[in-house]
């Protein structure tokens, strides 16, 4: 479980990560039992403060996939639900809610509407652990 060393890594090691996870799941690497323990990683990730660097990496895995987050509504939904995505993702939230079961294809975000936003965070790892996300 290579995850738990992730804030370990330096910065640029931990982006190149961060890029091959994303890419792992949007070329349909990786599936099933795998697929659910990455998007829950990247959950994870993305329910630290934005100043944390695995913040940066959640946010840098989820971008290589973005086209083929309306296959999972379970994990977008789990995905508005974090304080983090709603201050920093506005155009996504917006996208996901705005959506009918996820249905239509999220063909882009501009990169100015996915970076920037600061905020308090409730840490909701506990219950994305326990929790079927696809």
């Not at 993702?89 to 509407?113: C, I």
Request: charged share 20%; with cysteine; glycine share 6%.
């Amino acid at each position: 479980d290579e995850y738990r060393f992730f804030p370990k890594y330096p910065d640029k090691e931990l982006c190149i990560t961060a890029q091959l996870f994303g890419e792992l799941v949007q070329n349909q690497l990786v599936s099933s039992v795998t697929l659910s323990i990455a998007l829950r990683y990247i959950l994870d990730a993305l329910s630290k403060p934005p100043a944390y660097k695995m913040f940066t990496f959640g946010k840098n895995a989820l971008e290589q996939f973005m086209t083929r987050l309306h296959e999972w509504p379970k994990f977008c939904s789990h995905l508005v639900m974090i304080p983090n995505i709603r201050q920093s993702f506005p155009a996504l939230v917006q996208y996901l809610e705005s959506t009918s079961g996820g249905q239509r294809q999220l063909n882009r975000v501009e990169s100015a509407d996915v970076t920037g936003g600061q905020g308090e965070i409730q840490s909701m790892a506990d219950s994305y652990a326990s929790s079927n996300i696809l």
